[in-house]
């Protein structure tokens, strides 16, 4: 069993669709996160959990909606999605907030592949 | 105005050549990491380097933290197929308190 696991892997939907993006991780970490890889831009992070509590959210629009319900789960709930939200969504995890010790580890899912028609 | 600068963004080689790629910038690290994301999978963490002038070797892979902790490289030797993917750099600026931060990678295409 892969240590982080993402579903959908692939995901089509409308703008008036709602879908969510599940994360789960099997590796005991305390802290999980939502990134975005578009093409021709760095990763970005947009939201971090430590111990189900969002630590960080960084200015998202409302339309992307996080849940953590337990530290082995996170999930990503979208609604009202534009063309230009297509783009391949990558959860990770780490044994804390990696900024905090500086040299952790961040382990990726394989990504949840949007497109937005 | 970005970070951190990772060059070259695309690289295609023959299998069996040398290769350097590049990740810069003006500000000074705590710490920088390297991540290797090939297709259709998430990024993996390669290695990470904390102390200035630092070299750090994986089989083929040889990484570099310049002296004054601002720059990096990753040199690999003989390059094979399995090396194609995106090549990403990450580092903690200084303070601590900040989220790691990606450069934009260096794509490599290694030919049979």
């Known amino acids: 069993e892969t240590g982080v696991t993402q579903t959908p892997r692939h995901l089509v939907m409308g703008m008036t669709n709602k879908k969510s993006l599940k994360c789960e991780q099997h590796?005991?970490?305390?802290?999980m996160y939502w990134y975005k890889q578009s093409a021709k831009k760095p990763l970005e992070l947009m939201f971090v959990?430590?111990?189900?509590?969002?630590?960080e959210n960084n200015s998202v629009p409302s339309r992307f909606s996080p849940e953590c319900p337990n530290s082995s789960h996170l999930f990503l709930h979208l609604h009202t999605l534009q063309p230009e939200d297509s783009a391949l969504y990558l959860c990770a995890s780490s044994q804390e907030v990696v900024a905090v010790i500086n040299t952790g580890e961040l382990f990726f899912g394989e990504g949840s592949r949007l497109t937005v028609l | 105005t970005q970070l951190l600068e990772q060059s070259p963004q695309f690289l295609s080689i023959q299998e069996g050549e040398n290769l350097t790629v590049y990740c810069n910038s003006s500000?000074?690290?705590?710490?920088l990491q390297w991540y290797r994301q090939e297709p259709g999978e998430g990024p993996v963490l390669l290695v990470t380097?904390?102390?200035?002038?630092e070299v750090k070797k994986l089989k083929r892979l040889t990484f570099q933290f310049g002296d004054a902790r601002k720059d990096s490289s990753l040199h690999i030797t003989a390059a094979q197929p399995g090396d194609t993917g995106l090549y990403l750099c990450?580092?903690?600026?200084?303070?601590?308190?900040?989220?790691?931060?990606f450069g934009k990678g260096t794509k490599l295409t290694v030919n049979p």
């Open positions: 500000s000074v690290f705590s710490s």
């Open positions: 380097v904390v102390t200035g002038g």
């Open positions: 590796l005991g970490h305390n802290a």
């Open positions: 959990y430590s111990l189900e509590e969002r630590v």
């Open positions: 990450a580092v903690t600026p200084l303070g601590g308190s900040e989220k790691l931060v």
